[in-house]
């Protein structure tokens, strides 16, 4: 298995972001993000998220990132994670 995968799941952000893309076709990151909220700690979460976790994700291919409308949907590499983001759901493995 490819060591992009493992870090593309090894944050719980990103977990959140790709199990979103198995129900919906386009989801806004923040809004599937279990801590993504108001307050300072979260904008600093928020702030992470857009910095580090979806420029991660969109240069892997696994999410296609559209900054302008704050939305993202899945990337022609995302079939790569389907199997193992499958598991997670059945298994509960996504904190909420």
């Not at 298995?1 to 952000?13: N, P």
């Amino acid at each position: 298995m490819d060591d992009e995968i493992f870090e593309a799941l090894a944050d719980q952000h990103r977990r959140d972001v790709l199990v979103a893309l198995l129900a919906e076709d386009r989801v806004r990151p923040a809004s599937v993000c279990a801590d993504a909220g108001e307050d300072g700690e979260s904008e600093a979460r928020r702030a992470m998220l857009h910095h580090c976790h979806l420029p991660m994700l969109a240069d892997a291919e696994f999410v296609e990132w559209d900054r302008e409308a704050d939305t993202v949907r899945q990337g022609d590499a995302y079939s790569k994670l389907r199997p193992i983001l499958g598991f997670i759901v059945t298994k509960g493995a996504v904190e909420r």
